[in-house]
């Protein structure tokens, strides 16, 4: 993580809850492909419904 400079998951809950306000992660996975880095989270929002992101684990929901 440290080497890569990836954003760490306890991190990736704080940006996400921040951003998507309610929302919690319940599942985290992290993808790699061809050097690049990608945390696959699942998220419940304050009415209980599940959505998939697919994010930047070095900059995620970086606009």
Excluded: N, W
């Amino acid at each position: 993580m440290h080497k890569e400079k990836l954003t760490t998951v306890e991190a990736l809950s704080r940006i996400a809850s921040d951003r998507l306000s309610g929302s919690v992660i319940v599942r985290t996975a992290l993808c790699e492909e061809r050097g690049e880095f990608a945390y696959r989270i699942i998220m419940r929002d304050a009415q209980g419904r599940l959505s998939t992101h697919i994010v930047d684990a070095r900059t995620p929901f970086a606009r």
